[in-house]
């Protein structure tokens, strides 16, 4: 048995690490191949950071394209390889004529879920305009959301299972910078990263809007290291990358940033 009491004290997601747990015991008395639910940025890093504090298994998230914020687990045995191709995915369109209502991400989300689904059965949603969307979904709901998924908004929509050759993802805007800063504080780093005032940047801190390694921080002192990734809602990532001490004692900071 895994010492489960143990590894669930101090986490944030306790009911979603306790139902990884139970499958990375699974994996241990099975010698199989158990797979999660579609896991949040936040769950991902814990489960895996979680799971790296036991010799007897590994994991590999998936989620349908490299840069998918929802992703699946796959957890097996440490002798048992793990690729993505173990992670059972479906890709779904749903489409209709929204020139004249336009969805947003939250509108197709919420026409998904209003069918009844629980959020872990989904994974990214693409939103592609007037044409309608993609979502990505457990390969046993398909059949489900193509008879139910009929309509968002006002709009009629037709949900239909697709190849994955199909998918309709953009590349992330990507900018490299570099910063030099008295500290390595969030509010400074994340300002000079994402080009808004330091006291912009420490309302959004204070109000739990920025992640770092998708943990919440409301600290605008976070020391930040290299390495680490802040995320702000709606605003996109930033990458800390090489730090080094100037001739002044400053920190010349790489980073990179993705909208």
């Known amino acids: 048995m895994l010492p489960k009491d143990d590894l669930l004290k101090s986490v944030e ?16 008395k099975t010698w199989e191949v158990v797979v999660t639910d579609f896991l949040s940025p936040p769950e991902q890093v814990e489960a895996q950071a979680t799971l790296q504090r036991l010799t007897d298994v590994h994991s590999l998230a998936w989620g349908g394209y490299p840069q998918a914020e929802r992703q699946r687990l796959a957890i097996a045995r440490a002798e048992i390889p793990l690729e993505p191709s173990q992670i059972p995915l479906a890709l779904l369109t749903v489409g ?6 336009p969805a947003n ?10 069918t009844g689904l629980d959020r872990g059965q989904v994974g990214d949603i693409i939103v592609l305009g007037e044409r309608g969307a ?24 037709k949900t239909q ?9 953009r590349p992330p805007k990507k900018k490299e910078l570099t910063t030099v800063e008295a500290s390595l504080r969030l509010d400074a780093v994340a300002s000079a990263g994402f080009g ?4 912009k940047m420490a309302d959004l801190i204070a109000s739990g809007d920025v992640r770092v390694n998708w943990k919440a921080i409301t600290q605008a002192s976070h020391t930040l290291a290299a390495g ?9 990532r930033l990458e800390i990358g090489e730090v080094a001490i100037t001739k002044k004692e400053r920190y010349r900071i790489q980073l990179t940033r993705y909208a």
């Open 134 to 157: 993609q979502a990505i979904a457990v390969p046993e709901l398909t059949e489900f959301l193509t008879q139910s998924l009929t309509q968002v908004r006002s709009v009629p929509v």
């Open 161 to 169: 299972p697709l190849d994955w050759d199909q998918l309709r993802v």
């Open 228 to 236: 680490d990734l802040v995320a702000i809602r709606g605003k996109g």
């Open 105 to 114: 991400h939250g509108d197709f989300l919420g026409a998904v879920l209003g």
């Open 96 to 101: 209709g004529n929204f020139m004249f209502d």
């Open 13 to 28: 997601h306790r009911d979603c690490l306790a139902r990884v747990l139970d499958l990375a015991d699974q994996a241990i």
């Open 196 to 199: 808004m005032s330091r006291s």
